[in-house]
């Protein structure tokens, strides 16, 4: 018996002091620098209220997850909404500097909503035959209009056109896509297809709600109250322009705001099988972070190993994404990031939108992955549900690219300090492993290919990526590398694609 309670002792002080391996805690990234860049734009606006050091009882998302994330490289990011109907630039914003009878003509859209030309199956098949390894999209924008089956209930909205000026009126909406004509839930469809297809989900949900009144002030609600600092830099000089003041919600308001709230991502997390993100976005503001960091921690347990967004939630965010810009240099943060760029000028559906093109595609994909990045796409689709004919010419040629040029993109990791690029031209990637390097050559080079910063290992065989012979070489510790191209290569219709060439090398460096 004493031996047996010796031996007890002993195993407990053992799982004391020497924890779970990690494969059996799911291997949860406690020890990864999860700290938001300090330059991040919403991290400025939540850095006073929300803490640095996020609570000991809080895990992100497991190291499984956070690789699987880091090779997706790929990926489109899709804004549609009641917004899509009109085909106005970005998104929901314009409805904050509309008039009172247009602000209200935009929230009765819903009842027209039908769009007939949608299909989660085509969708889908796009996406898995050009190298989409992931999607995005709006289940609600800012607006408050619900793409999904929501049970969540809105009691309070906005009057626009009410005798007197606008006023706060009872209601009992969902202000949801099964409240339109077309009445089927598009995010189911869109998941069921994703996970038929092999690509990854990230659903985006936007903290502030302009629709339901309950979520007055945050985040340029148009209901501001008095204490609330209107956004002047927004909206201009126009006086019809500002938002309406109105009195501080009840404490009954704000808790059925937060019940909403956490309604809404506890539906999209248990609704649609495996989610891979949540894209959150914006926030709502310092009142409330204690009820939203508990509600993070519970939606953590639904479902673990789901990338947050970290827009709103600060560092007990999994990844960050720097939108419209991409990054000058390698960041200086693990955690993990996605640029957001729209291929267009606007991230959903214009009538008349200028696209940039397929070489920018190109051009951006391997300047981010070579930092260390992945690249979503913006994109959207009109109010029937089709995109564009360019927009999917353009990935259709960024899939073609990516057949030949693939293995030097996916599931790659970035070389350290700044061996990533030499000049502008020249993009680096290398394998997991360290062995082999990837020279993503963006302007042809002519008759010889020369690389200052990788050393082949002795006896290497190097290709082009899509030319299935070896390429004669020689190294020179002054001048590096030289890789000479053979002439039937400097005929442009031989070569294997038509934009930036990939070169695997075995490296000792």
């Excluded at 989900?201 to 903290?207: A, G, K, N, R, V």
Aim: proline fraction near 6%; hydrophobic fraction near 35%.
């Amino acid at each position: 018996m004493k031996l047996f309670l010796k031996f007890t002792i002993l195993l407990v002080l053992a799982l004391t002091l020497c924890p779970i391996s990690s494969s059996s805690q799911g291997s949860r990234s406690t020890q990864m620098n999860f700290t938001l860049p300090k330059n991040d734009d919403h991290y400025l606006c939540v850095k006073d209220y929300i803490e640095d050091k996020i609570d000991t009882d809080y895990h992100h998302a497991s190291t499984a997850a956070i690789e699987a994330f880091r090779d997706i490289k790929f990926g489109v990011r899709i804004h549609w909404g009641l917004y899509s109907i009109q085909g106005k630039y970005n998104a929901s914003w314009p409805f904050l500097t509309l008039s009172n009878k247009k602000k209200q003509a935009y929230q009765d859209l819903y009842k027209t909503w039908n769009p007939t030309g949608f299909n989660a199956e085509e969708w889908m098949q796009l996406f898995s035959e050009n190298g989409i390894k992931m999607f995005a999209i709006t289940t609600m924008h800012h607006e408050g209009f619900s793409m999904f089956d929501t049970k969540a209930r809105v009691k309070k909205r906005v009057n626009w056109v009410a005798s007197g000026g606008p006023k706060i009126e009872d209601c009992d909406l969902a202000f949801s896509i099964m409240e339109t004509p077309f009445h089927r839930d598009v995010i189911k469809e869109l998941c069921d297809a994703a996970h038929k297809y092999g690509v990854k989900i990230d659903l985006y949900f936007s903290h502030p709600n302009w629709f339901n009144a309950d979520f007055r002030p945050y985040n340029f609600h148009p209901l501001q109250i008095p204490d609330q600092k209107v956004h002047p830099e927004f909206y201009g000089d126009a006086p019809s322009k500002i938002p309406i003041l109105v009195s501080d919600p009840t404490p009954e308001e704000e808790a059925r705001m937060m019940a909403f709230h956490r309604q809404q991502l506890t539906e999209l997390l248990t609704n649609y099988g495996k989610i891979d993100m949540i894209c959150l976005d914006q926030w709502l503001g310092k009142k409330v972070w204690p009820q939203m960091r508990q509600e993070i921690k519970d939606l953590r347990r639904i479902q673990p190993d789901v990338m947050f967004r970290a827009r709103g939630i600060g560092n007990y965010g999994d990844y960050y994404t720097p939108e419209g810009f991409i990054p000058g240099n390698q960041e200086n943060t693990d955690m993990p990031w996605f640029v957001i760029y729209p291929y267009g000028e606007s991230f959903s559906y214009m009538k008349t939108d200028r696209y940039k093109g397929v070489s920018w595609i190109i051009s951006s994909l391997t300047d981010i992955v070579a930092k260390g990045g992945n690249f979503m796409v913006g994109i959207g689709p009109d109010g029937m549900g089709r995109f564009d004919p360019k927009v999917i010419q353009a990935l259709k040629e960024a899939g073609q690219w990516l057949k030949v040029n693939g293995e030097a993109i996916y599931s790659t990791r970035p070389r350290e300090a700044d061996r990533w690029k030499e000049g502008e031209t020249i993009r680096y990637t290398r394998t997991k492993d360290r062995k082999t390097v990837y020279a993503i050559i963006r302007a042809w080079p002519g008759n010889h290919l020369r690389l200052k910063s990788v050393e082949p290992v002795p006896g290497t065989k190097i290709y082009m990526l899509g030319y299935q012979k070896p390429l004669n070489w020689v190294y020179n510790k002054t001048t590096g590398l030289d890789i000479s191209l053979p002439a039937e290569l400097q005929v442009i219709a031989k070569r294997p694609c038509k934009l930036a060439w990939s070169f695997r090398i075995s490296s000792s460096n």
